[in-house]
């Protein structure tokens, strides 16, 4: 095989040797598939978060509750787990930019009260269209944010 790296590896049958371009492969691989599931599940996590923390009327606080519990859970692997580190890599950046996002949804949710579904329109009773009251009530707020 001359003129392509070869790498020799010591195995059970003895000497064996590879190709270098399988390792790169390899590597690329893996490195690929790190970082993807790793956006994807900090994606997943930061959804169930804000979700979970709705119900409390602070959803800012579901992605870094997240993050605490997945590091806490995981213990010593988030030394050796390419994948974790890129979840909390990934969330730590989704806990980042939905922090704000969360006081500006507490502010335009705050008028609805505690027993209001969180994405609840304003409505009448009968379910016919909203009187014209109505409608600049839903123009008034909807200038605000």
Do not use: C, Y
């Amino acid at each position: 095989m001359e003129g392509i790296a070869v790498e020799r590896v010591t195995g059970i049958g003895g000497e064996l040797t590879r190709p270098h371009s399988m390792n790169m492969l390899g590597i690329a691989f893996e490195a690929i598939t790190a970082v993807l599931g790793g956006l994807a599940a900090a994606l997943v996590l930061t959804w169930l978060g804000w979700t979970a923390f709705k119900v409390v009327r602070h959803p800012e606080w579901g992605p870094p509750a997240m993050l605490v519990l997945l590091v806490a859970v995981s213990g010593g692997a988030l030394r050796s787990s390419d994948f974790l580190r890129m979840v909390v890599l990934f969330g730590a950046i989704a806990g980042m930019l939905v922090w704000a996002e969360g006081g500006d949804w507490r502010e335009r949710h705050k008028s609805k009260g505690r027993n209001a579904s969180p994405d609840a329109h304003p409505s009448s009773e009968s379910g016919a269209l909203p009187s014209t009251r109505g409608a600049k009530f839903l123009d008034r707020n909807h200038l605000k944010g």
